[in-house]
């Protein structure tokens, strides 16, 4: 199996930029297609964007898209998310996950999870 640990989160002014960044251990993440969530105090947590094994796939939340770009560096080991034009509502904390089947939206797609990196933005 797969262990993720995201780096990268921070304090941002609105309109700003940052890149998090998720890298594996253990078995590759070249192996899974692989997922970004975030969740905000009191919600749920919810798809930011995901990405296919080859990265020919993408899929990004109404919210983010033509803000965020998700990529992914297989020799590295590593899986990114390139946020500009931040907003307070992009505020949460951004977890990265891998999933054996798909590039799904949903948190059940996903079998391995990191423990999260804050985002903060101010306004």
């Known amino acids: 199996q797969v262990q993720l640990v995201e780096s990268g989160g921070g304090l941002v002014q609105a309109g700003g930029s940052l890149r998090v960044s998720c890298a594996g251990s253990?078995?590759?993440?070249?192996?899974?297609?692989m997922g970004w969530f975030r969740q905000a105090p009191g919600k749920e947590r919810d798809v930011v964007a995901a990405?296919?094994?080859?990265?020919?796939?993408?899929y990004y939340a109404d919210s983010v898209k033509g803000r965020f770009t998700i990529s992914r560096d297989n020799a590295k080991n590593t899986v990114y998310l390139q946020m500009n034009s931040l907003k307070s509502e992009d505020t949460a904390v951004y977890y990265c996950?891998?999933?054996?089947?798909?590039?799904?939206?949903?948190?059940?797609?996903?079998?391995?999870w990191g423990q999260g990196t804050q985002v903060t933005v101010s306004s």
């Open positions: 253990g078995r590759t993440v070249s192996s899974y297609h």
């Open positions: 996950a891998a999933s054996v089947t798909r590039p799904g939206a949903g948190t059940r797609d996903y079998e391995y």
């Open positions: 990405i296919s094994v080859s990265g020919a796939y993408t």
